[in-house]
């Protein structure tokens, strides 16, 4: 039997590594962003994880990302990172690997040397990684950018981005999402790293239907729903949007937050369907009741009056 599980184990963490791809190409989805640099290996790993082929495939995964920097003039400075993954993974560590034309090799030397620490340092075994260190790679990036005085040797870079964040006007938007239903692990999992990549508080209520509600950056919230919009959904809409006016700092942004975190909501059904009264006491409590009827119509709402 060992050899057995040792398979269903195989396939499971390469369903994850293709899930994962999936969603990296949905959110980096520009022409040439994501390219698979093996495609034999990937449909190989395809075949195998759909029960359509049997033999363990030999290949690993891997593609490369381009990543475009920040907008910022005078230049924007574009990475490359070229991902290879063990058939271990997400129990073992990725191999990456960061390039650039227009970084010095210092800078890039630095760079690879503090990302393998960080993923010694923050990679915990058995969950997906990459979204997370590609954010970490970005920042990473601007922060060595600084410090090495930005693409002019007089750094004049750093002055320009400086007086663009200067100018950035910030607006914060809760936005509530209504999908037919939301059962899918992978999507739950996708829903769950990409909030906290896009620094999005709120929650996901899974289930038939399935709710999901963010808060933050406007721009952080259409993203986000940009992405969750070309995943395979039976429906999905945005009910309501609350924007507040713009402000200068990412801090009156934080104020506006009534959730703590992003999290999945267990409503203790053992249906799939949640118990809408205490999703109702759920909204109540963090002062968010006023968007159910937009949730659920006026038939939610005596429905779930009546459950409490």
Avoid at 129 to 153: F, H, M, N
Avoid at 240 to 262: E, L, N
Wanted: glycine share 8%.
């Amino acid at each position: 039997g060992h050899q057995v599980t040792n398979m269903s184990d195989l396939k499971d963490r390469l369903r994850q590594q293709l899930d994962e791809l999936d969603v990296l190409r949905s959110i980096f989805s520009g022409s040439g962003e994501t390219e698979i640099e093996d495609n034999d290996a990937y449909y190989a790993i395809v075949a195998f994880v759909r029960n359509i082929d049997p033999t363990v495939p030999a290949a690993r995964l891997s593609y490369r990302m381009h990543l475009a920097g920040d907008e910022a003039p005078p230049k924007r400075h574009d990475l490359a990172v070229t991902v290879r993954l063990p058939q271990g993974y997400p129990d073992a560590l990725p191999e990456i690997h960061v390039t650039s034309n227009e970084l010095s090799r210092n800078a890039i030397d630095e760079l690879n040397s503090g990302l393998a620490i960080h993923m010694k340092e923050s990679v915990v075994p058995g969950e997906v990684c990459l979204l997370s260190l590609v954010d970490w790679i970005r920042d990473k990036t601007r922060s060595i950018l600084t410090e090495w005085g930005g693409p002019t040797a007089d750094g004049r870079g750093t002055d320009a981005a400086q007086a663009i964040a200067r100018d950035r006007q910030w607006r914060f938007c809760r936005m509530w999402l209504y999908m037919h239903h939301i059962y899918s692990k992978t999507k739950r999992k996708n829903i769950l790293s990409l909030a906290s990549e896009l620094q999005l508080t709120g929650f996901c209520l899974p289930g038939k239907p399935g709710v999901v509600c963010v808060e933050g950056e406007e721009d952080a919230v259409e993203q986000f729903y940009g992405v969750l919009k070309r995943w395979n959904w039976k429906s999905i809409a945005c009910v309501r949007r609350d924007v507040t006016p713009s402000s200068q700092s990412m801090g009156t942004v934080d104020a506006h937050r009534k959730i703590q975190g992003f999290q999945e909501l267990v409503m203790g059904t053992h249906s799939n369907h949640a118990d809408m009264g205490q999703f109702l006491e759920y909204l109540r409590a963090h002062e968010l009741e006023y968007v159910f009827k937009d949730l659920f119509g006026v038939e939610g709402q005596v429905k779930a009056a009546a459950t409490t």
